[in-house]
């Protein structure tokens, strides 16, 4: 059994730069659905109108959210592969 971390940086960083595109596909996917969700004021009102507009605000929100999270994931992957290939360096260097 070995002590140590055992990692692949270019699998890692392929990883890191995946999820942060996902991030940026949703962001896509945010951006079209409120900009067609404001397209339709002019052809929604009523009591009906307000229940759907508000509870668009909320899952755009929600999706707002995920992108957020899923992006700062993809960054902490990306500065924890940096921070280990820098120890790893350190570490050799000193014998």
Do not use: R
Request: proline content about 2%; overall charge negative; cysteine-free.
């Amino acid at each position: 059994m070995a002590d140590g971390i055992t990692y692949n940086p270019g699998p890692v960083s392929d990883q890191a730069h995946s999820v942060i595109s996902s991030a940026g596909t949703l962001d896509q996917i945010h951006s079209d659905s409120h900009q067609l969700t404001q397209m339709l004021t002019e052809y929604f009102a009523g009591h009906g109108a307000t229940g759907f507009f508000e509870a668009q605000a909320q899952m755009l929100s929600g999706l707002q959210g995920l992108i957020e999270t899923i992006g700062q994931h993809g960054s902490t992957i990306g500065s924890v592969l940096e921070g280990a290939m820098q120890t790893d360096q350190t570490i050799n260097s000193l014998f």
